[in-house]
């Protein structure tokens, strides 16, 4: 439980005439399925890295307009299962919601299984995202300095211990108005990374997260723009680019989206005006 590095064997190949081959133990990032369910009916399964289950299961239910915050939460907890060896397992978080929630059938919502791909696209998922965030980020009048973003990604970096071992997790991290870095997680799905920030956000009651900068180590597509809106996060920063969806949907929900932070320069595709440019 918890564990997000492991140790293989591997062979290092060096090319050209001073090269060769290296036999090492190399360090790898976890991937484990994690199963989230919701008053004992199953909703989804992600693949991610252990550690911080109950933030990515909690993150994930705010992200699909599920639940609001930690108040609609009675109880989280692991099931114990067994592997295949008979060795007890932590990969199914059942979600205790509070009585008289009223969720949706849960049968009836879009498959859940979880890859790097949204499963949603087009028109229709832009308007579903807007009519379902309970936060008009688009009121939010915080402004922040290109100098300040910049120094984000720097930060963020610091705290991603993980990546640093293995080279093979995403980061995302949860910044101030004024550049504090507030949480960072990190996992092998870059929506797993959202969803623990957001997660213990919900549970620290910090919802809506007004005037914050919403920082991930990958690109930003669509489905981490939706998970900041309906986090109430005015501003989504990617180290890369962004998607064409994700663009539209930051210009119509009037979220700010910035890709390629990579100081000194950064690009701004929507809500520019919270950065003193032009639109």
């Known amino acids: ?19 060769g081959v290296v036999r090492r133990a190399d360090t790898l990032a976890v991937e484990e399925p994690l199963q989230i369910r919701v008053d004992g009916t199953p909703l989804t399964v992600t693949m991610r890295t252990p550690g911080d289950d109950f933030d990515l299961a909690l993150g994930f239910l705010v992200g699909e307009g599920l639940v609001t915050g930690a108040d609609d939460v009675k109880t989280l907890m692991h099931c114990l299962d067994e592997d295949q060896d008979g060795r007890p397992t932590y990969n199914v978080v059942d979600v205790a919601t509070r009585p008289g929630l009223g969720l949706p059938d ?7 299984t979880t890859t790097s791909a949204c499963g949603v696209c087009g028109t229709t998922s832009i308007e579903d ?4 965030s309970p936060y008009d980020v688009a009121a939010d009048q915080t402004r922040w300095t290109p100098e300040a973003l910049a120094a984000m990604p720097e930060l ?20 101030t108005a004024q550049g504090e870095l507030l949480v960072a997680r990190e996992d092998v799905g870059r929506h797993n990374a959202v969803d623990k920030v957001v997660g213990w956000a919900a549970r620290e009651h910090l919802l809506p997260l007004t005037g914050c900068v919403l920082v991930v180590s990958s690109r930003a597509s669509f489905e981490l723009a939706q998970k900041a809106l309906m986090a109430g996060i005015p501003c989504l920063a990617a180290i890369s680019a962004p998607s064409s969806l994700s663009v539209q949907l930051a210009r119509e929900a009037g979220l700010t989206l910035v890709g390629f932070l990579r100081p000194p320069r950064l690009t701004v595709y929507a809500g520019a005006e919270r950065l003193g440019l032009s639109g």
């Open 129 to 132: 995202v807007r009519q379902r």
């Open 156 to 175: 963020l970096e610091s705290a991603q211990t993980g990546f640093a071992r293995t080279g093979g997790l995403h980061g995302a991290g949860l910044f």
């Open 106 to 112: 849960l049968g009836l919502r879009r498959s859940f």
């Open 1 to 19: 439980m918890g564990r997000i590095t492991s140790r293989t064997p591997a062979q290092r190949i060096t090319l050209g005439p001073d090269g």
